[in-house]
């Protein structure tokens, strides 16, 4: 389809209805319903007719069959959008109940990195595969499809003269330099399957993640830098290595080019030795259920488990959802702006758009290097069409103010994307209004690193958005709201539960690696014959899913269930209020009490009516049930690396618990100064 620009203006509808009186909100129901104001944007209209989902009812045909005729709804697209090298013999395998043996396209072979790579360097050799910026954004490189090509097959020849070989583990705690996408693709290539940490874990993280991933090979740079700060990757690496016996051999990138120490016989230089190594490497032929690779999940809930995902079923499932969700076309530029070391960044950066053919950009900074103009920077400079970003960036940069926003060119963008966390609704207009110019898609995307790809999402030209609801869900997935006491499905709409999913989807987690038994009972024990998520979720009177926040997240005050969400919601409304996260803790009265840790805009003078403003909003939006015991007026919450609130410390914290404050190597930098001054500030407040 060709490209075509905006024109017209914007068509957009606004319905608003007023929230529920505060008397009402007596069930689990009523409080949830409380949360969303429903205010309705129906935003492509002027361009449906170039969107690939063009209408509601384009999209319900489709899903309709995606669910009614699922077999040859797979079949089909999973034959038109890879490239088999054998044809699978069955579209799937196995069900949700509990014994974990989910499989699709049984029997297929095929290589994930010919997907990506192979099949568009014969198609379009000239095409720029990825577009890289480095941290100052003097720095930048663009590689065309055929020199991908080239690339990653001397870097998957190097890993195979060290050694690597089919279904090996291979560990990568890299920057985002594009040498980390090379590793990625060269581990498929090979077979081999990849564990990416995130670059900015420590070194005990990182061992127990190498030791539990069975890691024989590590590949890391001499040093990383964002925002202008160095990470010393190596030394990182050396001192996790140190209790890793199983890995004899660290492949080093020279990036920042400072001295480092180096470990004779175990450490080689990756750019040295790509130097010596044939461009031409024959790929291995994978079966669909081969695993891919295993990822750790950021663990805001508790110890990291390495979710492992298959080759076919994933590769499909992120190829579909980045064509639809993002609504790419040809020539398209795609900026993810998550860090690889994410599943954001695994099925949105590399594996969905190449297996497109698209043109992804790979971010090395953060929006706040060397001003909050950098991602508009980013966008305007490469014409970036589809811009994803997670929610606290969103607050982050509205604290700074629009004009950093306003003066750049942003008429390239189409599609705006989210993911990580429900996004409250002033982030969201922000980012419609500030951003898009109102006239861009918002897709508020939720999906889990288990499931591999977007699960509840709008889609571009079909699906009307209501700021903080993922809406839908994509074609082939079932979601099923239960009753969190009986497990009994809730019909209909106007319901609150924990959300469920009754039937297989090709991106499913396949297994934790070498833990089996954990996929079991995490996901599909508590609920028999369902993959459970461990998020609550409304579904509204129009259908439309709202993720109220995790289930473990809800508070039950004096016999009223609270969603943390809803208080945090009512809390935000406050003009000066960036971000609150509120727990319960023992209340000697009403069984569990509120307390709200909260953080205000950097230019908002706090006086001494502050805490009471605050609590005003919560009662005049939700009801006195909710009125907060205490207010924690704090400069930053603690929050895991990928930026999630760490609701477990802060339950700890306020409950006064803190000598069991349990496993934190999940907190993000500085984070432990953050908790131990919220401990002193909560002391004196209690
Ligand atoms: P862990 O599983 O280790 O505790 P995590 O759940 O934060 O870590 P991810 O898989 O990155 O790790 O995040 C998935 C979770 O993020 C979802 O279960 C949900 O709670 C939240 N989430 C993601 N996207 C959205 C969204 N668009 N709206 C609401 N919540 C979202
Ligand atoms: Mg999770």
Redesign the pocket.
């Known amino acids: 389809m060709p490209r075509t620009e905006h024109s017209g203006s914007p068509s957009v509808t606004r319905e608003r209805s007023p929230p529920p009186s505060i008397e009402h909100v007596d069930t689990i129901a009523q409080a949830a319903a409380a949360l969303p104001v429903d205010e309705v944007y129906n935003i492509s209209l002027q361009n449906k007719e170039r969107c690939h989902i063009y209408s509601m009812e384009c999209y319900e045909q489709m899903y309709h069959r995606s669910i009614k005729d699922s077999d040859n709804f797979w079949r089909d697209i999973a034959m038109s959008t890879l490239r088999w090298l054998h044809p699978f013999t069955k579209v799937q395998g196995g069900d949700m109940h509990p014994e974990g043996d989910v499989s699709w396209f049984i029997n297929g072979k095929l290589n994930v990195c010919d997907n990506c790579v192979d099949r568009w360097a014969e198609v379009a050799p000239e095409r720029i595969a990825i577009i890289w910026e480095g941290d100052d954004p003097q720095h930048t490189q663009t590689i065309t499809y055929k020199a991908l090509l080239n690339r990653v097959c001397k870097f998957a020849n190097m890993l195979k003269r060290l050694g690597v070989r089919r279904y090996d583990t291979v560990g990568i705690y890299m920057p985002m330099i594009p040498e980390t996408i090379y590793a990625m693709l060269a581990c498929a290539r090979l077979g081999a399957i990849h564990s990416v940490v995130f670059a900015g874990f420590s070194a005990p993280n990182l061992r127990d993640r190498l030791i539990d991933a069975h890691c024989k090979i590590v590949i890391t740079a001499d040093q990383g830098i964002r925002g202008g700060k160095i990470i010393p990757l190596k030394n990182i690496m050396d001192e996790a290595l140190k209790e890793c016996p199983l890995v004899d051999t660290c492949v080093v990138f020279q990036h920042q080019g400072q001295a480092i120490n180096w470990i004779e016989g175990r450490d080689v230089w990756g750019h040295e030795m790509l130097d010596g190594m044939r461009p031409y490497c024959p790929l291995e032929i994978m079966d669909s259920e081969d695993l891919l690779f295993m990822l750790y999940?950021?663990?805001?809930?508790?110890k990291?488990?390495g979710i492992a995902h298959s080759s076919a079923g994933y590769l499909l499932y992120t190829a579909l959802t980045f064509k639809y969700v993002f609504d790419f076309h040809p020539g398209d530029i795609h900026a993810c702006v998550a860090d690889v070391g994410?599943?954001?960044g695994h099925s949105y950066i590399v594996y969905g758009p190449l297996c497109n053919g698209a043109t992804t950009v790979v971010f090395e900074s953060v929006p706040m290097h060397p001003n909050p103009s950098r991602y508009w920077q980013l966008c305007e400079r490469w014409r970036v069409s589809q811009f994803y970003t997670a929610p606290t960036a969103i607050r982050a940069l509205m604290i700074h103010g629009t004009e950093w926003v306003e003066n750049h060119d942003l008429s390239s963008l189409r599609v705006l994307g989210?993911?990580?966390?429900?996004?409250n609704p002033e982030a969201w207009r922000w980012y419609y209004e500030v951003v898009g110019k109102s006239r861009c898609d918002i897709v508020?995307?939720?999906?889990?690193?288990?499931t591999g790809g977007h699960m509840?999402t709008p889609l571009p030209g079909a699906i009307k958005c209501k700021p903080g609801s993922?809406t839908r869900p994509f074609f082939g997935v079932e979601p099923v709201i239960l009753d969190s006491k009986t497990g009994k499905p809730l019909h209909g709409n106007n319901v609150n539960g924990v959300l469920c999913f009754r039937r297989p989807w090709p991106g499913m987690m396949r297994t934790v690696y070498g833990d089996h038994e954990r996929l079991l009972n995490v996901y599909l024990r508590p609920y028999p014959g369902y993959y459970f998520?461990?998020?609550g979720c409304v579904r509204d009177k129009d259908g439309y899913y709202w993720?109220t926040?995790?289930v473990d997240d809800t508070i039950n005050v004096s016999g009223h269930r609270l969603g943390s969400a809803e208080v945090e919601h009512a809390l935000v409304q406050h003009k000066g209020c960036s971000e609150a996260a509120v727990v319960g803790y023992p209340h000697s009265v009403k069984g569990t009490g509120l307390f709200c840790f909260v953080t205000m805009n950097g230019d908002y003078e706090v006086h001494a009516g502050t805490t009471k403003e605050l609590r005003d909003i919560v009662r005049k939006e939700i009801g006195p049930i909710a009125t907060p015991d205490y207010i924690l007026i704090t400069p930053t919450l603690p929050k895991?690396r990928?930026g999630?609130i760490i609701r477990r410390l802060l339950r700890k914290i306020a409950a006064s618990e803190t000598d069991s404050l349990g496993d934190l190597s999940t907190l993000g930098e500085g984070g432990d100064q953050v908790v131990h001054t919220l401990i002193q500030e909560a002391k004196k407040l209690t």
Do not use: M
């Open positions: 999940t950021s663990g805001s809930t508790g990291p488990k994410w599943i954001t989210t993911v990580g966390e429900p996004i508020d995307t939720y999906w889990q690193t288990e509840l993922a998520t461990g998020d993720i926040g995790r895991t990928s999630k």
